[in-house]
């Protein structure tokens, strides 16, 4: 092979940070780190970061998934101080400050940082981990993606009349903008697609426990959000309890079910079964790890939780939500933090800086809630929706698909990957 | 849901033309179909055409899946007489003119077209369909990919000195593209991903029984795709017979093995593999269907085969080679064969148009060969070669993609879909 290879500096004298986790929080540290006096390790199981808040619209065909993930090999190919290790963390050894990884591996570190996310929560719904499908990594959506697809294959194999109920549930920002992405799919399915299905038949409905949309948003962002889904054909319906979920239907607390081919599950993740095991940590709300003011585990010096995974303090004992820019500022952060520690400085308290909150409905409609209040909505918010998501996607290329994708979508053009590509080669 | 549903006319009345593959050859008789006074089901198990001609970029992280694949029902969607039938057919009862699905449906045809294509043939070598990878759907190109990648990172966690081996069988067009390929992507992995590999470690290896590469092209266009691949770090080895193929090794003929990590197959395809059960049919060559002038089956009015699956005629006992022009070209011919048996005219048979043959050998070079024995290589080649795979990939969207991910390989930009996306969520 004619290739030179990197110089690669001798860096064993520095410090080892352990990055566990290649997620908005974990990359946000690494590269608050790289190039520094430090020796960084990124371990993750997949080789690239996923950007989590497009995930519906590759489950709804309207992205690919190399448009919201990106190799965290190529983030980092510049900085001579940081590594991937492509690897599953096993376990944490805090005595002897060891990661294990589940290929047998060991490594070594001086800081630790846990950036592990967190899972879909399924709260013990019976049925629900097996028949429920979340939509939280890049396999769920592509999993999704095929299961919609093919149920919408059969059901016009079955006949024009057959009904055809999908249900989602819960109704924060993931549920309401893959119900508003599912009936734009099924809408090209059948304009575009020349797929017979009767559309009075099918049926689209977002359940959820409150009574209402978007609880962390204003009032009437979430009767914005109703009003919305709505008119494209969602059907909302509120104070439903899900107790069980089986092969063909979904079961509520007060004895009635709904009849469907494929419950979405968007009700909730949990933080604490996304840890490695032997963690020695506190428990906060939601399995989060509980951290002091610099976002080091308390009763430690030398292990940081961050994003998803950790109770990020905002104020007076109530925390942080799980948000990708809570996630990408406790990153930056915890490496400023780890820097300062390496440094012999004291550490400083984390501050959040809320810019807003947003969630997208469909082509052309959504809401954000800036700070002071400020509620925007449809059009406008759709455009800063779309902005700010294509600001944040990494890797210019991925931008400019992802610009490509949604230009062809916004005009209706008829072309699009609806492709049902799975490992398995036959269907039956 | 707000969807108006396409009017179906009433199409009963006319002749029924089912298709039964949607590879080049079977998109090419359906549209020709498409609009005329027949109506058309078009079977295939998978819901998208592929341009396979590009599938070895998928296998080495220069392109998508969606790049090079297109939803059979959205090149359709305007045709009101041709319909999409996502499922894989069984068998054929000629006697009663009906397909058999595996889902247990029955269609009935006026005419039948097979346009299967063919498998991977390992040629009864031992261990070959176990253990060696054949790149010939999107399935194996994804695949093959999820492995190299997977094999690089490996070999990174085992050590920079690490030995690592591909092996590629075959040395027709597919073996020669992807072996250059293959040299691209680990260059781009080292330079780019800073993946801590030893290049003088790291060897692909080309072999074939034949004396030299690209039979089917003059002897210069072999000998230049030879030197280009050489200088790009592949070793060619020739005359190398493969009697065995287990996890870790080659065996060949006269006793000798390689060790490899990996070993891709593209030695052959077979056509009688992929036809339906209980179709009666005089092989020929390859397992190929033999057919009339008019590509009828002999001793069948109604059954035509188009395509791989069929041994076209191209002169005197010769028959075309396995080609997406010979596929593009006797579909069409065949859905004009079709429209005049339905409107009671005679056939005609059919003619190829041989328009060259080219093969990419890396980024800047390739060879083609135009008629009269004109061959073209080098930039030009490329060029060339570019162009017009570029015209002929379906939808404009798709095309836009691949340029973009084109423009961005030649210019080595330090950005790449190089993704592990497998339907399995973890590694250990």
Redesign the interface.
């Known amino acids: 092979?004619?290739?030179?290879?990197?110089s690669?500096p001798d860096l064993r004298s520095l410090a080892h940070v352990v990055v566990i986790g290649g997620g908005f929080a974990g990359v946000a540290v690494a590269k608050g780190l790289a190039d520094r006096n430090v020796r960084v390790t990124i371990i993750d199981?997949?080789?690239?970061h996923t950007f989590q808040p497009l995930l519906y619209q590759v489950a709804t065909a309207g992205l690919?998934?190399?448009d919201v993930?990106f190799?965290i090999?190529?983030i980092?190919?510049?900085?001579k101080n940081v590594?991937?290790?492509?690897?599953?963390v096993r376990s944490v050894d805090q005595s002897r400050n060891v990661v294990m990884l589940?290929?047998g591996?060991q490594i070594d570190y001086d800081h630790l940082v846990i950036a592990t996310g967190a899972v879909a929560a399924f709260f013990g719904v019976p049925g629900a981990s097996q028949f429920a499908m979340p939509l939280y990594?890049?396999?769920d959506a592509?999993?999704l993606r095929n299961r919609l697809?093919?149920i919408l294959?059969e059901t016009e194999?079955r006949g024009d009349a057959s009904p055809l109920t999908f249900v989602v549930v819960g109704g924060g920002p993931t549920g309401v903008e893959t119900s508003g992405a599912l009936?734009e799919l099924?809408?090209i399915?059948?304009?575009?697609?020349?797929?017979?299905?009767?559309?009075?038949r099918?049926?689209?409905v977002l359940v959820d426990m409150a009574p209402r949309l978007l609880t962390a948003f204003p009032l009437r962002a979430s009767d914005y959000a109703k009003r919305r889904l709505e008119?494209?054909?969602v059907e909302v319906q509120f104070g439903r309890s899900v107790v069980e979920i089986d092969r063909h239907s979904i079961h509520f607390d007060d004895g009635d079910r709904i009849e469907c081919a494929a419950v979405i599950w968007a009700a909730g993740v949990s933080a604490g079964d996304a840890l490695p095991q032997d963690l020695t940590a506190t428990a906060g709300p939601g399995g989060r790890v509980r951290v002091g003011g610099d976002l080091r585990l308390l009763d430690s010096d030398d292990v940081w939780a961050v994003g998803d995974a950790a109770a990020v303090p905002l104020k007076d004992g109530v925390f942080c939500a799980q948000l990708a820019p809570v996630a990408i500022q406790s990153g930056r952060h915890c490496a400023a933090q780890i820097l300062r520690v390496v440094n012999g400085e004291s550490t400083t308290p984390f501050r959040y800086h809320d810019k807003g909150i947003m969630a997208t409905i469909g082509r052309n409609a959504a809401v954000a809630e800036l700070p002071h209040g400020v509620v925007v909505k449809g059009r406008l918010g759709w455009l800063a929706w779309l902005g700010l998501h294509l600001w944040y996607l990494v890797?210019?290329?991925n931008r400019?698909?992802v610009l490509?994708?949604w230009t062809?979508r916004y005009f209706d053009?008829?072309?699009?990957?609806?492709?049902?590509?799975?490992?398995?080669?036959?269907?039956?």
Do not use: C, Y
Not at 76 to 79: L, Q
Not at 83 to 88: I, K, L, P, V
Not at 189 to 200: N, S, T
């Open positions: 092979m004619v290739v030179s290879p990197r690669v199981q997949h080789n690239f690919e998934p190399a993930a190799p090999r190529t980092f190919g510049h900085a590594r991937f290790r492509h690897g599953r589940a290929d591996s990594t890049l396999s592509r999993r697809l093919l294959e194999v009936t099924i809408q399915a059948i304009k575009r697609d020349g797929l017979r299905l009767d559309p009075a099918i049926r689209v008119s494209s054909g890797g210019f290329r400019l698909r490509i994708n062809w053009w008829p072309s699009g990957p609806r492709l049902i590509v799975a490992d398995a080669e036959t269907v039956d």
